[in-house]
């Protein structure tokens, strides 16, 4: 792979770049530096006031309510990640490793499944999870006793469809680390005498550390937003940090409010990346240190 | 013995989760498929007998043509733009070296990780402030402008991984045969681009058209069809929603039949053209 240093006065740089970089600035970046700076804003009557004071994040700070249910929604993130990763790494592996002559149409299988509506799934996961739905029908015909699930409508429920809806993205991750392991590697932890148990242990888990790390941080900081799963699964009963930022929108009507909690969950998203970077390098930095 | 027995064991393990992980994909979406063939109002099991009313009914809703033709618009305006400006990010990312490139990859990869909810939430606010100034409201527009923000880092990220294996020895070969530069992208870059700028092109479709989160928050009045379903669903289940997703399948199914068809052609092409040369 030739790379090619380019100056800001080639026009072909400024074609390939600006283009993209002027979409982003003005609808990604301005939008988040103005919803800061919406945070310092209040509202009178449904309508905006140019006030800048620090009314609202002292209202968000003195108020309990928000912060169990921002506690609440950082541990199901957490859940959810362990969960995910759990059932992604072995069929991450199972793709990389077996299944050669049905690898192709298993990924198109995943990918079509990734891709197909999330509101679709969701109500598909309300016919199964009913007290009369597929699951309790199926296992009363196994034997087991009527309406034995009661998951509808639970915390349960919403966790299932958010492992349902995220587990995609770690089996992508950890599948595209794997296939970069060079194979030379494992051959010569087996000629060395290693068993395979051994191998996996201390070649392969350890050098699809990238792939578990980004997949792990796409999991958290995605499922901070989750607002269909605790809502149409959940049955809004416990409600989420998304939950509660589009009732101060639409209810409340209340921008400055919504701006600050959004704020305080993408804050904590950040930090989470921030702390797995911070982590992933130093992990990096001793393990390439020669024994 | 026991080793083999061991090894025997893990491989169906590992295969066993991969059929698990099918499963539980495809659960609600074959439940949906199944259903929505009902002819009883309520949606429970058994299945009495097959109908295909709700799709009658579904296609004689007045509002759901026009949810259709906003997400086929939406899907299909969006898909451009991010197809273009992310394999133009691609070959910016990985081929060229530039001052501020560490900016440009941030700012060009941070949608990503952001909650869909969230980006949505966002630009509502700055669409919002920005309306009241200008005096405009939030509609298919906007839409559009927020679904390229979330979906041209994924095209990105598609495209890149085929720029990462060019090979850039054919440009040269073809400009050293005098090819002009535009001569070498249209006969040398951009077929061997084409792979992955075709998944790219399925990828953004398919999130746009499948998209709620962003669509819900920057619709405003407008309906796609995701939203459709969403405002259905809140208020009790209705027979209709099953055959509503079978119906929402077919262009995804389509497409991913076209995209194998088209791979295993190229296949076939490459295996002849080296068998002859």
């Known amino acids: 792979m030739r790379i090619e240093s380019k100056s800001w006065n080639d026009p072909v740089l400024v074609a390939t770049v600006a283009p993209l970089a002027v979409v982003m600035v003005a609808f990604f970046l301005v939008p988040l530096l103005m919803t800061a700076v919406l945070t310092f804003q209040t509202t009178q009557y449904y309508r905006l006031v140019w006030t800048w004071d620090l009314k609202i994040w002292t209202e968000v700070f003195s108020k309990p309510h928000y912060w169990t249910i921002m506690l609440r929604t950082v541990t199901m993130a957490l859940i959810c990640v362990v969960l995910t990763v759990l059932i992604a790494f072995p069929v991450a592996y199972a793709l990389a490793t077996r299944l050669k002559t049905f690898k192709t149409q298993i990924q198109i299988l995943i990918i079509f499944a990734f ?27 196994l034997g087991f006793p009527p309406e034995m699930l009661n998951l509808l409508f639970t915390p349960t429920g919403t966790m299932i469809g958010m492992v349902y809806n995220l587990v995609a993205y770690p089996i992508f991750t950890i599948y595209l680390s794997l296939v970069r392991i060079d194979r030379d590697l494992v051959l010569a932890a087996y000629d060395a005498g290693a068993s395979r148990f051994r191998t996996f242990f201390e070649v392969t888990l350890p050098l699809s550390r990238p792939g578990l790390y980004s997949g792990a941080v796409l999991v958290f900081v995605l499922s901070l937003g989750a607002f269909l799963e605790p809502k149409v699964l959940g049955g809004g009963t416990s409600p989420l940090a998304s939950e509660l930022i589009r009732q101060s929108f639409e209810t409340r009507v209340n921008w400055p409010l919504g701006a600050a909690l959004t704020m305080v969950l993408i804050t904590t998203g950040a930090l989470m990346l921030a702390a797995c970077a911070a982590f992933a390098l130093r992990r990096t930095a001793t393990t390439r240190r020669p024994a | 013995m026991s080793q083999r027995m061991r090894n025997a064991l893990v491989d169906t393990t590992l295969v066993g989760s991969v059929v698990l992980l099918l499963i539980f994909f495809y659960a609600p979406i074959a439940t949906l498929v199944a259903f929505s063939f009902t002819s009883s109002r309520v949606l429970t099991l058994p299945i009495e007998s097959f109908s295909l ?225």
């Open chain 1, 115 to 141: 891709l197909t509506d999330a509101v679709l799934k969701t109500f598909g996961w309300i016919l199964i999870l009913d007290k009369n739905g597929v699951a309790n029908w199926l296992l009363m015909h």
């Open chain 2, 53 to 277: 009313q709700w799709y009658g009914e579904l296609f004689n809703k007045p509002d759901f043509f026009p949810a259709v033709l906003n997400s086929a618009t939406v899907a299909a305006v969006s898909t451009i733009f991010a197809t273009v400006l992310g394999t133009a990010g691609a070959v910016a990312w990985i081929r060229y070296r530039f001052r501020l490139q560490g900016a440009f990859r941030g700012l060009t990869f941070a949608p990503l990780l952001f909650p869909q909810l969230l980006l949505g939430v966002v630009m509502l606010l700055w669409f919002s402030v920005l309306g009241s100034w200008l005096g405009f409201s939030t509609g298919l527009v906007t839409v559009i402008i927020g679904h390229v923000v979330y979906i041209t880092p994924f095209a990105l990220v598609v495209v890149a991984v085929q720029v990462y294996g060019f090979d850039e020895t054919l440009e040269d070969a073809a400009r050293d045969a005098g090819a002009s530069g535009w001569e070498v992208f249209r006969e040398i870059t951009f077929p061997l681009l084409w792979p992955g700028i075709f998944s790219a092109v399925i990828f953004s479709f398919l999130l746009s058209w499948g998209n709620f989160y962003v669509s819900y928050s920057l619709a405003g009045t407008a309906r796609t069809l995701p939203i459709f379903v969403y405002s259905g669903i809140a208020v009790g289940s209705s027979p209709i929603y099953p055959a509503l997703a079978t119906v929402n399948l077919v262009p995804a199914l389509l497409l991913v039949i076209v995209a194998e068809v088209l791979r295993r052609r190229a296949l076939k092409r490459q295996t002849s053209g080296i068998s002859t040369s």
